[in-house]
Every structure is written in structure tokens, then in C-alpha cells.
């Protein structure tokens, strides 16, 4: 018994190493399993701070888009307020038939189309047929593009003159399509910017995953 007591604290320091041991067996596990970990969240880490990136520069780019959505859009603002408020067929007839008689040309005959929306503008086509030498109707083209009155002219149409000849210039036969212009006063340029933020409003989060912890050995 007395030989017992006398190795009893050599087997508590021997059971004391052993828990220890196995305590430091545990940890180094631990720290084994931290440091297999530090990889993956090291490539976590560097993706955020590029997802990161990507929204700072997506939000840099949504506020230059804006600024540069707005600078065009009181573009065709002032555009539309250069455009008169309507179209006169009385008046258009009769400057282009005024230019086309003050230059001699023969066989004259207008007729106006129907006006066309085209967003902030409408328009409205006049046909002019006639017949003339090619000199007259470059003279009438050229008076045209002198007028206050904003006239564009869309398509010329030039062919021989079944007419007979009287005097040395060739005469031609000219349909001329004119157009005409008068801002919609029903219609408002859209900036489109609220859209453009709600639809990033909706577009779905992605949710960060978390690594899955090894379990203890």
C-alpha cells in the first residue's frame, strides 16, 4: 500500500501528460484545419474585393450614363422648340409653286402627303412635279435651302422630257418630294434614368456562400 501511495504522483504525471498531449494533438488538428482553410478564404476575400470593384465601377458608369442621358435629352429639347408648332399646307404650296413659277417652270402640279410622327418631331412630304432644264431646277433647289421656313428635300427625280424640244437645253420631267417639319407637342424625351435603377433594384443578390467547416478529428 505504501509502495502504491509512492507512485501515485508518477501516475498522475503521466495521465497529466496524457491529457495534455492529446489536448495538443487536438488543437494542431485545429490549426491544421484553420490553415487548410486560409486558401480558400484568401481566393473569398479576393473575389469580394473584385465583386466590390465591379459595383463601384457599375455605379461610376450608371452615373456618367445619366449625366450623359440628360445632356441629349435637353438636346432635343432645344431642338424641338426650333421646329414651328405646325405645319401650313397653305404656305408651303405657295412658296414652292412662287420658286417654281419665278424660275419659268412649266406644268407644275403639288400635292401634300400626310404628316408622320417621328418621336419630338412630326413631318409631312409635298410632291412637286414639273418640267424644266436641269440649271432651273438646281436654281430651285438652291432657293429652297434659303428659306426660313425649314425645308428638306428628300428625294430627286430627273428623267427626259417626252415634250418636244424648242429651244437648245434638254428639258427634264422632276418629281421633288420636299419635307416639312413641326415639333409634337405631345411628346416628352424620357430620360429612362429611373428605369435603368429600378431594374438594377431587381436583379437578384447573390448570396455569399460560406465554407463548410471539417469536422473535428
Known sequence: MTGILKKLHLFLFIYAVFVIYQEYEKSQKEIQALNDRIPTLQRQIKKAEKEKQNLERYFKDIEEAKERIEKVAIGIDKLQ???????SDTENLDLIRGLAESLNIKNILLSPGSE???????????KL??????LQYLILLEKIGEQEKILNIKTVNLVRSRTKQKGR???LDAEIILEAFRFNDKY????GIKEIEESFKKMPQRKSRRPKRKGKG
Do not use: C
Open 81 to 87: 422648340k426650333r421646329l414651328p408648332p405646325n405645319i
Open 116 to 126: 408622320k410622327v417621328h418621336g419630338f418631331y412630326v413631318s409631312k412630304d409635298y
Open 129 to 134: 412635279k414639273g418640267s424644266g432644264t436641269f
Open 169 to 171: 437645253f434638254q428639258l
Open 188 to 191: 416628352k424625351e424620357a430620360r
